[in-house]
C-alpha cells in the first residue's frame, strides 16, 4: 500500500537555454527523453524565441488571464519547439503540428503530432514548471502540484474503485500524495492513449503505491522525480 518503500523514479534532465544549442541525444527505443523546465529560469531565455509560436499559440497564451499561466505556456511551448526543432532538424517555426483523431469519438483532439516523422512527444505544466517527454513510440506526460485535502475528498469517487480504496488506507496527511501520484500515472496513461479525459477514469487501476504504478497492458508507466511539492509521471507505448 500507500507505506511500503518507494521504487525510484525517473530523473527528468533540466531544460536550460544552452540545451537545443547542438541536437540532443533523439530518445532510445522503448525509453523516453523527459525534460523539467522551471519557467522563472526560462522566462526570460526563452523570450527572444516567442516568434518562433504559430498564431494559434500565441492567441491561446494571450486568452490566459493569470500572467504566470501565460509564462508558463510560452516556457513549455517554445521549450517545445526549439527541442523539436533540434531533434528533427528544422527551424523551430516550421514545426508544424496537428491533432490525431480522438480514439473515443474520432473528433479532431486526439494526441498531438508532428506529422511524417517517427518521433512523439506529450507537455504538461503545472505552476511554475513545466514537463516535456519524447519518444519513438506514443507518450503522455503529467506533471502536478500536490493537492488540497478538499480537492483529494472530491475527487477520490472519479478513481478506480481499488484506487479509492487505496487513498482510503492511507493516513490522511499522507493522502495529497498518494492522490497526485494516481492523477499523474493515470493523465500520463489518458495522454499517451490520446483520449484524454474523455476516457472514464474509474477504467484503469494504476494505482497509489509509492512503489511505482501498475503494469498497464503494452505501456511502461514510471514516475518522474520533480521534488516534494509535486508529482509526476510518463507513460510511453511498448513496441
Known amino acids: 500500500?500507500?507505506?511500503?518503500p518507494a521504487r525510484p523514479a525517473l530523473r527528468p534532465e533540466r531544460l536550460t537555454s544552452a540545451a537545443w544549442a547542438r541536437p540532443p541525444e533523439p530518445p532510445?527505443?522503448?525509453r523516453p527523453r523527459v525534460w523539467l523546465a522551471r519557467v522563472e529560469d526560462l522566462r526570460g531565455a526563452l523570450a527572444p524565441f516567442a516568434g518562433t509560436l504559430d498564431s494559434g499559440e500565441r492567441a491561446r497564451a494571450a486568452a490566459l488571464r493569470r500572467a504566470a499561466d501565460r509564462d508558463g505556456y510560452r516556457v513549455a511551448h517554445v521549450g517545445l519547439r526549439?527541442?523539436?526543432g533540434a531533434y528533427l532538424g528544422v527551424e523551430p517555426s516550421d514545426v508544424t503540428f496537428v491533432r490525431r483523431p480522438c480514439?473515443?469519438?474520432r473528433g479532431p483532439h486526439g494526441r498531438p503530432d508532428v506529422p511524417g516523422v517517427p518521433l512523439c512527444f506529450s507537455v504538461s505544466r503545472t505552476d511554475g514548471l513545466c514537463l516535456l517527454a519524447f519518444a519513438d513510440t506514443p507518450v503522455g506526460a503529467d506533471i502536478e502540484r500536490l493537492p488540497g485535502s478538499d480537492v483529494v475528498a472530491a475527487l477520490t469517487d472519479t478513481?478506480?474503485?481499488r484506487e479509492a480504496a487505496e487513498l482510503a488506507a492511507c493516513p490522511p496527511q499522507g493522502r495529497?500524495?498518494?492522490f497526485a501520484r494516481v492523477w499523474t500515472r493515470k493523465e500520463a496513461y489518458l495522454?499517451?492513449?490520446g483520449t484524454g479525459l474523455g476516457r472514464d477514469l474509474r477504467s484503469d487501476h494504476l494505482g497509489a503505491s509509492a512503489r511505482g504504478p501498475r503494469r498497464m497492458p503494452g505501456w511502461t508507466v514510471d514516475?518522474?522525480?520533480v521534488g516534494r511539492d509535486h508529482s509526476a509521471a510518463v507513460a510511453v507505448a511498448e513496441r
Not at 500500500?1 to 511500503?4: A, E, F, P, Y
Request: glycine share 8%; hydrophobic share 50%.
Open 176 to 178: 495529497p500524495a498518494a
Open 159 to 161: 478513481l478506480h474503485p
Open 191 to 193: 495522454k499517451g492513449l
Open 1 to 4: 500500500m500507500c507505506l511500503l
Open 82 to 84: 526549439l527541442l523539436l
Open 103 to 105: 480514439p473515443v469519438c
Open 223 to 225: 514516475d518522474v522525480a
Open 28 to 30: 532510445r527505443p522503448g
